[in-house]
């Protein structure tokens, strides 16, 4: 799993002057099983806290916005990534998404997300809680702010986090210490802290005050009682609460994390903590809340503790036994969370799934198109011991006058609701709306939802075809292609998949090559209107040229041509009779970007025992011998392989034969199915002949 944590613009990765989100990735990177291949983006510093993982984004400062940030990590991060991780910038989100559309992201809050731009509105926290893949709230107070007034329906993205801290064995020795980490400003309670403490001092002559931290435009007027000791390290800020009896956090404010509760713990030093945010969710101990946060009120705690040392040490230790933030805990839970965004390969039981299939089953073709390709997986389902239950969108829009595609969006939010299915897999359509797939989420958070599409990707057609491609990918799991998924979807990573076109012994039931008397030596179909029983009108494409010149050039061939100036489109039983009746095809598919691809005429071609003829480009030689399908490199090699198999009828069907057991083999309706299932992890094979 490959990880890129983007840290904000101004987040300082460095060792002293480092906030709080350098301090909770810094430490629990190495604790986590993904170090190795977890990358950090930030802002370029000299010293970073790791040169291992570090990625820094250069920039001109003074040019330097949110914008072109992000932009600069869009362009630099790891192209095999799988999880971006955002910490407390939501805004980045919105740019990222949509350049990274089908990789995972993690959002981690550490302030107050109603404080923050990209969280404050609820129409942007509903979004962000839409299509963020995990939300992380490091105290349940942020969580509280992000979803006022906003409704929870799935908790399963909701975290809930405390960062934490590396432990020591045994409980440290302690020096009369009172300890305050953080701005020295009102805000943070330092006004409060110093008033307290330098009036407790004045009668408690052993003990000191010390405060780390600064303020560049501080307000509040030095004390000579206490040591300020301006940025330290954060190893060095957890060594003097090692040695502090006495911690204090007072801010005036919301705090939304209660880190110094946290690493005070981890240290055995007492934390007194105003009641404020998220403070108080990770204390043991009820005395170290501070109801009214004044310094009276903190002056009389320290003192009390003071003047009763055993009472001080019996509370000091018993935090210090209860701490439950160990680095190792919590680098876990960080795991689990990137983990549970991805589905364990566990298979169900395949034996008895239900399968919900929504696709044109050409209801209103009357039997023509029994043979597409949806039948086929509905067959190869069933063949493998599944129950298919099918939805012809295209027939119910037909059917239904009015708000039919609200209509069929109800139909199969109902259907799911009924039927309860394993597998949802999608045919060309594209009326299903988010919202629906969204809901189904809800109702079935463990169905897998793929698609299967059949059409070209090659580039001239993909802007039109990508409209039912691409429809609501973010929530189909996986979609299967019969093509080679070209570069224009290497962005989806994980998400594409090839598969041959399926063949079944139940459609594709001739065996040309055992019959001697046939009335064609060459067969050939036009895709465009073959559904239609009519060729679309005014509709060419770059084949009928070929397929003239070829006509012109092949008079001693007999042929049986669908195309726009040869025989009109054939469907049903007419189409299977001139197939049928042919010893030769010829598969020629539409589109530049030809790899693996083929329609599903192929299928029709090669199942049925026909001598078939491809395109080499296709690159199917991956699949079929020379001696099994027969390859050419243009038009006179083929023309001359035409005539060739004319005169050597015995190795024609030779070759059709052994090609025809192989497909029917390897390539069939129960195999494709098959593959399906695996890809979306419902059962477990790994092996199949074409990967």
Same mark, same amino acid.
């Given at each position: 799993m490959n990880i890129a944590i983007l840290l904000p613009l101004k987040e300082k990765y460095t060792k002293v002057g480092g906030g709080a989100v350098s301090i909770l990735v810094n430490t629990h990177l190495p604790k986590s099983k993904y170090k190795k291949t977890t990358h950090v983006y930030g802002s370029k510093v000299n010293k970073p806290l790791d040169t291992k993982n570090f990625k820094p984004l250069d920039s001109n400062k003074n040019f330097f916005s949110n914008s072109s940030y992000v932009s600069s990590f869009q362009k630099k991060i790891f192209p095999k990534t799988d999880i971006i991780e955002l910490h407390n910038r939501p805004k980045y989100f919105f740019y990222l998404k949509k350049k990274f559309p089908d990789k995972k992201f993690v959002l981690f809050f550490h302030n107050n997300p109603l404080d923050l731009k990209g969280s404050a509105k609820l129409s942007d926290r509903k979004f962000l809680y839409e299509n963020v893949d995990s939300l992380v709230f490091l105290s349940v107070w942020m969580k509280d702010q992000f979803f006022r007034d906003l409704k929870i329906t799935d908790t399963k993205k909701i975290n809930i986090f405390y960062p934490g801290v590396s432990t020591v064995k045994k409980f440290p020795a302690k020096k009369n210490i009172i300890l305050f980490v953080g701005k020295l400003n009102r805000t943070k309670g330092y006004d409060i802290y110093t008033d307290a403490v330098s009036r407790f001092l004045k009668n408690h002559k052993t003990w000191k005050g010390i405060a780390v931290g600064s303020e560049p435009r501080r307000n509040i007027q030095k004390s000579k009682d206490i040591v300020e000791l301006g940025e330290i390290s954060n190893k060095e800020a957890l060594q003097l609460i090692s040695e502090s009896k006495i911690t204090i956090a007072c801010s005036s404010w919301d705090e939304p994390l209660g880190r110094l509760p946290i690493e005070s713990a981890s240290r055995g030093s007492f934390p007194i903590v105003s009641n404020r945010g998220g403070l108080v969710e990770t204390l043991t101990e009820g005395f170290s809340i501070l109801k009214n946060n004044n310094s009276d009120e903190l002056l009389k705690k320290i003192t009390f503790l003071a003047k009763n040392p055993k009472k001080l040490i019996s509370m000091q230790k018993n935090i210090f036994k209860k701490f439950n933030y160990s680095l190792e805990k919590t680098s876990k839970k960080i795991d689990n969370i990137r983990d549970s965004l991805f589905e364990k390969k566990v298979a169900v039981n395949a034996k008895n799934l239900k399968i919900l299939h929504i696709a044109s089953f050409n209801q209103s073709s009357n039997g023509n198109l029994y043979y597409s390709t949806a039948n086929k997986f509905n067959i190869g389902f069933t063949k493998l011991g599944h129950f298919v239950h099918t939805i012809d969108d295209k027939f119910f829009l037909k059917s239904n006058i009015g708000n039919s595609i609200y209509s069929l969006n109800e139909k199969i939010i109902k259907n799911v609701a009924n039927f309860a299915p394993?597998?949802?897999?999608?045919?060309?359509?594209?009326?299903?709306?988010?919202?629906?797939?969204?809901?189904?989420?809800?109702?079935?958070?463990?169905?897998?939802?793929?698609?299967?599409?059949?059409?070209?990707?090659?580039?001239?057609?993909?802007?039109?075809?990508?409209?039912?491609?691409?429809?609501?990918?973010?929530?189909?799991?996986?979609?299967?292609?019969?093509?080679?998924?070209?570069?224009?979807?290497?962005?989806?990573?994980?998400?594409?998949?090839?598969?041959?076109?399926?063949?079944?012994?139940?459609?594709?039931?001739?065996?040309?090559?055992?019959?001697?008397?046939?009335?064609?030596?060459?067969?050939?179909?036009?895709?465009?209107?073959?559904?239609?029983?009519?060729?679309?009108?005014?509709?060419?494409?770059?084949?009928? =040229?070929?397929?003239?010149? @070829?006509?012109? &050039?092949?008079? !001693?061939?007999? /042929?049986?041509?669908? %195309?726009?100036?040869?025989? #009109?489109?054939?469907?049903?039983?007419?189409?299977?009779?001139?197939?049928? =009746?042919?010893?030769?095809? @010829?598969?020629? &598919?539409?589109? !530049?970007?030809? /790899?693996?691809?083929? %329609?599903?005429?192929?299928? #029709?071609?090669?199942?049925?025992?026909?001598?078939?003829?491809?395109?080499?480009?296709?690159?199917?030689?991956?699949?079929?011998?020379?001696?099994?399908?027969?390859?050419?490199?243009?038009?006179?090699?083929?023309?001359?392989?035409?005539?060739?198999?004319?005169?050597?009828?015995?190795?024609?069907?030779?070759?059709?034969?052994?090609?025809?057991?192989?497909?029917?083999?390897?390539?069939?309706?129960?195999?494709?199915?098959?593959?399906?299932?695996?890809?979306?992890?419902?059962?477990?094979?790994?092996?199949?002949?074409?990967?």
């Open positions: 394993d597998l949802m897999i999608l045919g060309h359509t594209n009326k299903i709306n988010r919202a629906t797939l969204k809901k189904i989420k809800i109702l079935l958070p463990k169905l897998r939802i793929c698609r299967w599409y059949i059409d070209s990707i090659s580039p001239e057609f993909f802007e039109n075809n990508s409209k039912i491609l691409l429809n609501n990918i973010n929530y189909i799991d996986k979609i299967f292609i019969t093509s080679l998924p070209s570069k224009i979807l290497s962005k989806f990573k994980n998400k594409f998949y090839f598969i041959p076109n399926p063949v079944d012994s139940s459609i594709e039931n001739n065996k040309n090559f055992s019959n001697n008397n046939l009335p064609y030596d060459l067969f050939f179909s036009l895709s465009h209107g073959q559904h239609r029983g009519v060729l679309k009108s005014g509709k060419t494409d770059e084949r009928d =040229n070929f397929i003239n010149s @070829l006509h012109s &050039s092949l008079h !001693q061939i007999k /042929k049986y041509f669908i %195309s726009s100036n040869f025989n #009109s489109p054939k469907w049903g039983s007419d189409f299977f009779h001139y197939l049928s =009746n042919s010893r030769m095809g @010829l598969n020629m &598919s539409r589109g !530049q970007y030809q /790899k693996l691809y083929s %329609s599903d005429r192929i299928a #029709s071609l090669i199942g049925n025992g026909l001598l078939t003829f491809m395109d080499q480009k296709t690159n199917y030689n991956k699949f079929f011998t020379n001696k099994e399908i027969i390859f050419y490199k243009n038009k006179n090699d083929l023309i001359n392989k035409i005539i060739f198999f004319k005169k050597n009828d015995h190795l024609a069907k030779k070759y059709a034969k052994s090609a025809h057991q192989k497909y029917h083999k390897y390539f069939n309706s129960k195999e494709v199915c098959s593959y399906i299932l695996s890809k979306c992890n419902l059962i477990k094979r790994k092996k199949f002949y074409w990967i």
